[in-house]
């Protein structure tokens, strides 16, 4: 594996990831007031078309986190439609 | 310009400006209590190091909306700081 992909791959896990103690406090918090629906749906079509990037260019790690935060957001989505007001 | 390139261009205009109506929304609301500080700082994190992964494989795109991105998620650290409780 290319030094390169394992940066990119050390890279998703942040910025993928990151989101999982987000939907984890408004989920604890019962309340997403202060979410963005804008925010949210946005970045849920820009991660969309990241993963078509990766998949024209074979960018493995761009390819993985897309689908993997594709789904996180999905997520967050569905706490603002619960508990946002 | 390649087309992938100009699909990355977009991709970013997405995922990089989605943070934007989320930092206008906890400004305006003045309360940060729902962004979680383990999500902003591991983003900001894994943004550097996508940086870093764009500059290695000269992927102009990334190096772009990453630079950009850290921006954005400082303003949403602060707003985090000054309105979280």
Chains 1, 2 share one sequence.
Not at 61 to 84: D, M, Q, R, S
Request: glycine residues 8%; hydrophobic residues 60%; without cysteine.
């Amino acid at each position: 594996m290319p030094s390169s992909e394992i940066l990119g791959l050390v890279a998703g896990l942040f910025t993928t990831f990151a989101i999982i103690p987000q939907i984890m406090r408004v989920y604890k918090l019962k309340s997403a007031r202060e979410i963005s629906v804008i925010y949210n749906t946005t970045m849920l079509l820009g991660i969309l078309l990241w993963l078509v990037y990766g998949i024209v260019l074979g960018l493995v790690p761009i390819i993985i986190w897309n689908i993997i935060g594709a789904l996180l957001n999905v997520l967050l989505l569905l706490a603002k439609f619960k508990y946002g007001r």
